[in-house]
């Protein structure tokens, strides 16, 4: 079993940064891939990053990057976001989840323990 509690959402101006964290317990983080998912009302949740258990492969939707990278610290079991340029369409409810083995990183199928999500809105 794994616990995942994100925090660091907010309300921020377009163009502007806000930093996610996802604190894990429950089994070894290191050893497990994660990912970063949004929902915005009305939508579907879908894929925004992903990275390894060791932090060296990531992945990104096309809509995010070179504006969001994800990173982890396996020493405090945490996975983080920095979003910079944030847009309006940015804005949804973010969830980060625990990577089943073996599994694809860019579909949310692919992931069986998650988050309770951390609103992001950007103001216009």
């Known amino acids: 079993q794994v616990q995942l509690v994100e925090s660091g959402g907010g309300l921020v101006q377009t163009g502007g940064s806000l930093r996610l964290s996802c604190a894990a317990s429950g089994r070894s983080f290191s050893t497990y891939g994660m990912g970063w998912f949004r929902q915005a009302p009305g939508k579907e949740r879908e894929f925004v990053a992903a990275i390894g258990w060791s932090g060296t492969r990531t992945y990104y939707a096309d809509s995010v990057k070179g504006r969001f990278t994800i990173s982890r610290d396996n020493a405090k079991n945490t996975v983080y976001l920095q979003m910079n340029s944030l847009k309006p369409e940015d804005t949804a409810v973010y969830y980060c989840?625990?990577?089943?083995?073996?599994?694809?990183?860019?579909?949310?199928?692919?992931?069986?323990?998650w988050g309770q999500g951390t609103q992001v809105t950007v103001s216009s």
């Open positions: 989840a625990v990577k089943s083995p073996g599994s694809t990183y860019v579909s949310r199928e692919g992931y069986d323990y």
